[in-house]
């Protein structure tokens, strides 16, 4: 069985929702994982942070706008009255519901209410279309079976256990639908996986059914070898491993969610990042076996980086001494990403500042410390185990010419990071691309 996740834009519009039969094929069986409509997310945010601040009428304009659009893309989408009047109904009832949450005390409970909307209206109005045009689809909520627990870590053997159970009871059903992003929370309450945790879904669900293949379809053709916002001539990949995937999505490669390698690679479910508008295109093939020795295979970065030193001498020959700096990390819950040291200093970088200040304040009883924000990681990602050499060197050598702040080799066998100050990102970029590739 394959799982097929399609995102936002692949969504984006009634003749997009019409067009996932294109690549679609309903008598296979498979599990297709949609992303709310493009836009809608952050609707739903925006309207959640309005009743939050009280504010109910800018809710109810933006909730009416966002339902206008609904109203337009119902009336393209469906062909007979009774399929426009269940699409009617149908965001009648969400945009109902968000409306109705004016009147409540506002909490994080209500706001996560709000945020699963999105993702419940597309898969449903693609389950009506189907259901127009005589397609059979069976929706399954994900409410019933995508769950976490109290850390937030999703229960991949209860998934796979609950949707077993789900599934069988379709012996003869091929195509099932369910929704990205949404889950339970272990309250029982409505939660997310976070913004953009749709490609989490779909990886998730294949680690829990042991699926075939997991398909990502966006509107690139595969995960490329630099930023094609900021290089030209970049290429797709074809074949990389679980790990230079999982160091490339998290140091920007903006294509997938960056946890969503995780479950894939635990249960070794092969991911393939495909391009809803290039369906031809052979994408970029995530798997166990897809490293390539004695080469660099790509480059990314990452912006919006802080980076602290923290000097002191009684870093001296002491022991125990990180772990101290790195508790106070640890009671921020704030993740630390690229680290230096030497005998007397340490230096290292986040990307969640909400507890900076008071992170320092309590860092500053251990030395001298300097913040710097603004930063930017790049990542170069290739063969750097142990038996090679003079990687390294290219990498080094291609941004000599730029004030380098934080080296960090040796972490992984195939990551190089090195962070700059974040208006020499560009030009890093370029002559990283330009010499190693
Ligand atoms: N709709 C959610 C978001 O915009 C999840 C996703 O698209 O992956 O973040
Ligand atoms: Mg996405």
Redesign the pocket.
């Known amino acids: 069985m394959k799982v097929l996740k399609f995102?936002?834009t692949s969504v984006g519009s009634a003749a997009r929702i019409k067009g996932l039969l294109d690549i679609v094929n309903p008598s296979e069986r498979q599990i297709v994982v949609l992303?709310?409509v493009a836009g809608t997310?952050n609707a739903l945010v925006e309207i959640g942070q309005a009743y939050s601040a009280g504010k109910k009428d800018e809710a109810k304009d933006l909730i009416k706008q966002h339902k206008d659009k609904y109203e337009d893309l119902i009336k393209e989408l469906f062909n007979t009255e009774a399929g426009y009047k269940n699409g009617k109904e149908l965001i009648d009832y969400h945009f109902n519901l968000i409306s109705s949450l004016a009147n409540e005390l506002f909490t994080p409970i209500e706001e996560k209410i709000i945020l699963a909307q999105?993702?419940l209206l597309s898969t449903t109005l693609w389950h009506f279309y189907l259901n127009e045009i005589g397609v059979s689809s069976v929706l399954l909520p994900a409410l019933d079976f995508m769950k976490i627990d109290e850390d937030n870590e999703p229960m991949v053997e209860y998934i796979g256990e609950k949707l077993g159970h789900i599934l069988a009871q379709y012996p003869d059903n091929s195509l099932f639908i369910t929704q990205?992003?949404i889950c339970r929370n272990s309250f029982g309450e409505i939660d997310n996986l976070r913004?953009?945790?749709?490609?989490y879904t779909a990886s998730l669900i294949g680690a829990a059914i042991r699926a075939d293949e997991v398909q990502i379809w966006t509107d690139i053709d595969g995960m490329h070898n630099n930023d094609p916002r900021v290089v030209k001539g970049t290429t797709p990949i074809a074949h990389l491993s679980f790990d230079e995937a999982a160091e490339l999505a998290y140091f920007g490669a903006k294509i997938l969610?960056p946890q969503s390698v995780f479950p894939a690679q635990k249960y070794n479910v092969p991911v393939r990042l495909l391009n809803t508008m290039e369906p031809n295109a052979k994408g970029t093939l995530i798997s166990k076996d897809g490293a390539q020795k004695g080469c660099i295979r790509a480059i990314a970065a990452k912006d919006g980086i802080t980076a602290i030193h923290i000097h002191s001498s009684r870093m001296l020959l002491a022991y125990g001494f990180l772990r101290r700096v790195f508790e106070i990390f640890e009671r921020y819950k704030t993740p630390i990403d690229m680290i230096t040291t030497s005998e007397v200093a340490v230096s290292l970088t986040i990307d969640d500042t909400t507890n900076l200040t008071d992170i320092i304040k309590e860092v500053e009883d251990f030395g001298t410390v300097t913040v710097d924000g603004e930063q930017t990681i790049v990542c170069v990602v290739g063969d750097f185990g142990l038996n090679s050499h003079g990687y390294a060197a290219r990498v080094l050598d291609a941004v000599k010419h730029l004030p380098v702040r934080m080296i960090s080799y040796g972490g992984s066998d195939f990551n190089v990071s090195i962070l700059l100050n974040s208006d020499h990102k560009t030009e890093a970029l370029r002559s990283l691309h330009n010499r190693l590739f």
């Not at 913004?195 to 490609?199: A, E, I, P, T």
């Open positions: 995102g936002g992303s709310a997310t999105g993702e990205g992003y913004r953009g945790g749709s490609d969610h």
